[in-house]
């Protein structure tokens, strides 16, 4: 259930419910990514929102000349790197041009099924929410887990699962897929 004095949604929904072009676009990103619903499309979107609303009072503030957005600009620009949304390179205006995709791409969903933990992107889902997928040593059990850059090459079956067995027939052989 949650702690009752913060039962808030951490999404906007769209404020045009019936477009179409943009119910086609949510569509497109729920099946090339295996969300459940556009409701997890909404709560990406709304952190990138976040995200560049934040970059863009950061950069006005320093065309104003403040000397203490500095360490908060640092501070937001190593989170994003942390969590590979940005190159190592990245600016504040590089945070501009975050898109969805990149975020997306982060979710412990789609990284199991990137290292070839699972066959499909549905099957990965399964595996993670079945209790089937550790990181670092820990089970984790949310498909919409944001995986850091050095969690990436944690992310493995946990062994007290009968995935953890090679002559499992549902497992994978474990192949990086890249889709370009």
Request: aromatic share 8%.
């Amino acid at each position: 259930m949650g702690y009752p004095g913060k039962c808030r949604k951490s999404y906007d929904t769209p404020r045009h419910p019936w477009e179409a072009d943009r119910m086609a676009q949510e569509l497109e990103l729920v099946k090339s990514y295996g969300l459940r619903n556009k409701r997890e499309v909404w709560k990406a979107q709304s952190l990138i929102r976040k995200y560049r609303r934040v970059s863009r009072q950061l950069l006005a503030a320093t065309t104003r000349g403040d000397a203490s957005v500095g360490s908060q600009a640092e501070d937001v620009l190593e989170h994003l790197k942390n969590y590979g949304m940005m190159k190592e390179d990245g600016d504040l205006d590089s945070v501009l041009s975050i898109t969805v995709e990149d975020l997306l791409e982060r979710r412990l969903q789609t990284q199991v099924y990137r290292q070839g933990l699972a066959k499909t992107l549905r099957q990965s889902r399964q595996f993670i929410t079945h209790g089937h997928i550790q990181i670092t040593g820990r089970k984790v059990t949310v498909p919409g887990y944001y995986v850091k850059r050095g969690e990436e090459m944690t992310i493995d079956y946990y062994p007290g699962s009968p995935m953890a067995q090679e002559a499992h027939p549902e497992r994978a052989t474990r192949i990086l897929k890249v889709e370009g």
